[in-house]
């Protein structure tokens, strides 16, 4: 055997390590990102990568893209764009199930292409709640082929998921340690993969058309984000319906009137805004204020009671929300409960003394007090200890009336500040960032980045915001592997192995059946180390693999970048691990389900890289 490939101690301590980390992680007693500093400090201590090089991790292009991704994604969601998401989805769908399915999955999946899939799944969790509480289809049914769509899309660019950010370092680093004559590995460009995420969007999609949708089930999982309230409100409070736009017209009889006294006429709907004139829009106007020729009213119910009022009162219908688009946001506003504590001030008094829509902003639509619901006359009922208030507001002028004490919120509620005029601006910086990211002047990072500071300047999200949105425990574990990987390369324990493996191959075996195996077993490693650290470790045997058997190094590092994100079966993926509690799905269900589709998905990579490369 060549001297170069005999096992030295550097290589017996590396694979050692990795041996350590896959125990580690499998047995998770210690967190993953801890067990990779950890890895970090021992690669330092034995001097496998040099201490000047060793926290060259935390600088490296990937870390921050990765940084810049989850930045990006905050940004548009202060902008409440998934939740009008969320209506045109629904409209597009025309009350058709597959139809909802295939459309929702479709766009979450296009989606991840330029988001990390964890943050495109908490992003489309509310919006699944609000399809689900508005068509009646059960949310598990919705949720698994969105976070098969989620991760099936991340593989559409080069800044879809974690994997592939990593993938163009990796390239770099090998470089270093090619053998004499090898071409050197170019870094892949951003839309690279784009025929193969393609490819695997669009068989989730049909998997799950003609397959996958007979194994979900109907039942269960009970979604707790807030976009799910509005079922809760409607079969618990009788408080249902969509907003519409009232006109106030020359011969209504409403001119003149305050909005109190129109909000007592009988078969009035919830009235919940008012724009008179040239004034701003207003969520829950004072009772007191005066309804004019050409005043705009929100008005909240079902369909006919309000179609019928307008008839009534000589106003103008609309359904489409003009004036109240951004009031209305379910990211900015909605329905919530209160209850009134034994030491609040509100005791004892009536919403009408406290001016609650005046002072506070806030609109009583029902008090639930000792299980009788009343929604009759409720300006007026003197409040008790244990009263439950059923609200609607701006959500800030909720958390800012909860900070009294006077009331204690039950509801969960978007805490932050939301920006919905701000939509626009955000999603042309976000089109200028792509752009730059698709020249090949600028690494990716730097482009990323570029959108991060425009968002920051355009006050689409805060310095705070920004810190808050960044998930330091993937930074650390990307970050503190990342020197693993180097060390598997430069120590040769990675080149040890590929040749032993070619060694005991048979003469004859097709490359593609080498692509096949490395892929599989890319997926057996993600469950175990995360699809991060499957990356960091299976990318330098593979170049190594394939060197030695006469293949493609970037096709097969492409490959293992693709396979650490095929998993569909647990919770070592993110995307599954966030749905695993509101879909109900058992650990059998999701093998079930889960196993064809990532054989399917491991077959479609192998052939579609050998096609592009």
Known sequence: MDTALTLTTDMKLVLGLVGFTMVMFLFERIRADVVALVVLVLLGLSGLVEPDELFNGFSGNAVIAIIATMILGAGLDRTGALNRLAGWLLRRAKGTESRLLLLTSAVAGLNSSFMQN?????????????????????????????????????????????????????????????????????????????????????????????????????????????????????????????????????????????????????????????????????????????????????????????????????????????????????????????????????????????????????????????????????????????????????????????????????????????????????????????????????????????GVAGMLVAGVINIDEAYDAINWKTVFLMASLIPLGWAMDSSGAAAWIAAHTVEQLPGDTPTWLLELSIGLMTTMFSLVISHVGATIVVVPLAINLALAAGGNPTAFALIVALSASNNFMTASNPVISMITGPAGYTTRELWRIGAPLSLLYTVLIVAMVNLLF
């Open 118 to 450: 964890p943050s495109v799944m908490a992003l489309y969790m509310p919006v699944a709640a609000r399809l689900s509480s508005r068509t009646g289809l059960s949310l598990p049914r919705l949720l698994l082929p969105l976070a098969a769509a989620i991760v099936m899309g991340g593989a559409l660019t080069m800044v879809g998921n974690s994997p592939l950010i990593l993938l163009n370092d990796l390239l770099l680093a090998a470089n270093s340690n090619l053998p004499s004559g090898a071409a050197t590995l170019e870094p892949l460009k951003m839309f690279a993969p784009l025929p193969i995420g393609l490819t695997l969007l669009a068989a989730s999609l049909l998997y799950f058309h003609f397959f996958g949708d007979k194994q979900l089930r109907d039942e269960g999982g009970e979604s707790v984000t807030p976009g799910r309230t509005q079922s809760y409100f409607a079969k618990t409070y009788g408080i249902d319906g969509d907003v519409y736009e009232l006109t106030v017209t020359a011969d209504s009889p409403l001119v003149g009137m305050s909005l109190g006294e129109a909000e007592a006429l009988r078969g009035a709907p919830l009235l919940l805004a008012l724009k008179t004139g040239t004034e701003e829009a207003k969520l829950s106007p004072s009772a007191d204020a005066r309804i004019w020729v050409g005043t705009v009213i929100g008005a909240m119910g079902p369909r006919q009671q309000v179609v019928d009022f307008a008839q009534n009162q000589l106003l103008r219908l609309a359904t489409r929300l003009r004036n109240f688009a951004d009031l209305f946001n379910p990211s900015r506003a909605g329905i919530s409960e209160a209850v009134v504590p034994s030491t609040s001030k509100f005791i004892g008094k009536t919403a009408s003394d406290l001016q609650l829509r005046k002072q506070f902003g806030l609109s009583l639509l029902a008090v639930n007090r000792d299980k009788t619901v009343r929604r009759e006359n409720v300006r007026d009922m003197a409040l008790r200890a244990g009263d439950m208030l059923v609200l609607h507001s701006i959500w800030t002028d909720l958390a800012e009336a909860a900070e009294t004490k006077d009331l204690v919120v039950v509801t969960d509620f978007p805490k932050g500040e939301q920006r919905p005029h701000k939509l626009r601006i955000a999603l042309a910086i976000f089109a200028v960032t792509m752009l730059l990211a698709l020249s090949s002047r600028l690494p990716v990072s730097i482009a990323l980045m570029t």
